[in-house]
């Protein structure tokens, strides 16, 4: 085992971010403030809050049983076929969620940039691309994710400071918005968002010390959930509440609002959408190896590779589904807000039943939680 744990804290972290600031950035700031309005970014803090648990709660989990993945150690918890149960919904959902991030990608390209070519051309190229990726060991998988991290987080973080020369802070008020059963739905929409998080549960039993396994959690939900706060406030204050309801995608509309000193760019627009593909694809491809790997350890066979192409096609039908991109956002936040459910329910019930009978892994790594549990 000791030969298969080559994942730092680092690439753990970089997993996380780059994993969850995918395709959702584009209409985040639109979710949050349907929600909230201008209480926006307290209801983007609010779900970072909600995905938090989520993630402590694996990361105790994976600590627990540090040489296991959820599918693994659930069949200690709660027994083996109930185990299996929970573990078929997992693979099921993050299957139609990786369908869901292939569509929403192809139909941002379309409807932006490649006007002329169908959208199930963009898709399956995607789907290929991350089928193709999949094919590697995790070690790679965390080598890919560690290389574009930096490719993500510095060209976000630019767009957002330099938009702040055209904000208005009045557009920030009233903080605490009007509605509250809005905000409440809101955070559950904007926790769904930083699902990705759950590529975790897969890479704790291969990192060197997964004994830090929470310090990666903290600093990669922080780093992500810090980009997607500054974000909404950009957006919110540039743009305010009412226009934002107007636009489809305003991260990338604050994209074109801004541009660099000196006028070197006038319009960031493009350079957004060249980052916000690399986004997609490392969030694509978390979800997809995903979903092979938990097929692979359900069935007890010894290499995910197998699935990597037999599960396209699945994918891809599932992807093309909705009819047009209204009805792909409806089922984009009914899907994520049922998938809650499975992404902190279930791993909060597995934790609870862990506790009560006592229940942890044999192996030294899991004796560090001996102070937790």
């Given at each position: 085992m000791e030969e298969q744990r080559q994942i730092t804290v680092i690439q753990?972290?970089?997993?996380?971010?780059?994993?969850?600031?995918?395709?959702?950035?584009?209409?985040?700031?639109?979710?949050?403030?349907?929600?909230?309005?201008?209480?926006?970014?307290?209801?983007?803090?609010?779900?970072?809050?909600?995905?938090?648990?989520?993630l402590?709660?694996?990361?105790?989990?994976?600590?627990?049983?540090?040489n296991k993945t959820i599918i693994q150690y659930s069949e200690d918890i709660i027994g083996k076929w109930a185990a299996r149960l929970g573990s078929l919904l997992i693979i099921v959902f993050f299957a139609v969620l990786t369908s869901l991030t292939a569509r929403e990608f192809g139909e941002v390209v379309v409807t932006s940039v490649l006007k002329s070519t169908p959208v199930e051309v963009t898709v399956i190229v995607m789907l290929l691309l991350a089928a193709i990726?999949?094919?590697n060991t995790i070690t790679t998988f965390a080598y890919i994710h560690h290389f574009y991290f930096?490719?993500?987080?510095?060209?976000?973080?630019?767009?957002?400071f330099l938009s702040f020369k055209n904000a208005e802070v009045i557009n920030l008020q009233p903080i605490f918005g009007n509605d509250l059963k809005g905000i409440m739905m809101g955070t559950m929409t904007i926790a769904a968002l930083f699902q990705g998080s759950f590529i975790l549960t897969m890479v704790i039993p291969s990192m060197r010390k997964p004994e830090k396994a929470m310090l990666a959690s903290f600093w990669g939900m922080l780093i992500a959930g810090g980009l997607y706060l500054l974000i909404v406030v950009a957006a919110v204050s540039v743009f305010g509440a009412e226009e934002i309801k107007n636009l489809l995608w305003p991260t990338l509309e604050l994209a074109k609002a801004t541009s660099l000193p000196a006028n070197i760019l006038e319009r960031l627009d493009a350079a957004v959408l060249a980052v916000w593909v690399t986004a997609v694809f490392t969030t694509l491809l978390s979800s997809y190896f995903f979903t092979i790997y938990a097929i692979t350890q359900l069935f007890r066979l010894a290499d995910h590779k197998m699935f990597s192409f037999f599960l396209l096609p699945f994918v891809f039908i599932m992807a093309m589904l909705p009819q047009n991109i209204v009805q792909m956002y409806d089922i984009i936040e009914n899907v994520g807000r049922i998938g809650l459910y499975i992404t902190i329910g279930y791993p909060g019930l597995l934790f609870m039943i862990s506790i009560l009978r006592k229940k942890r892994g044999n192996q030294n790594g899991d004796e560090s939680m001996d102070k937790i549990g």
């Open positions: 753990t972290a970089a997993i996380l971010v780059s994993t969850i600031i995918g395709v959702g950035v584009l209409p985040l700031p639109l979710f949050a403030v349907r929600a909230g309005e201008s209480a926006a970014p307290l209801v983007t803090l609010f779900g970072m809050a909600v995905a938090s648990i989520g402590v709660l694996i990361t105790w989990l994976g600590m627990r049983f540090s990726s999949t094919r930096p490719l993500l987080l510095v060209p976000i973080l630019l767009i957002a």
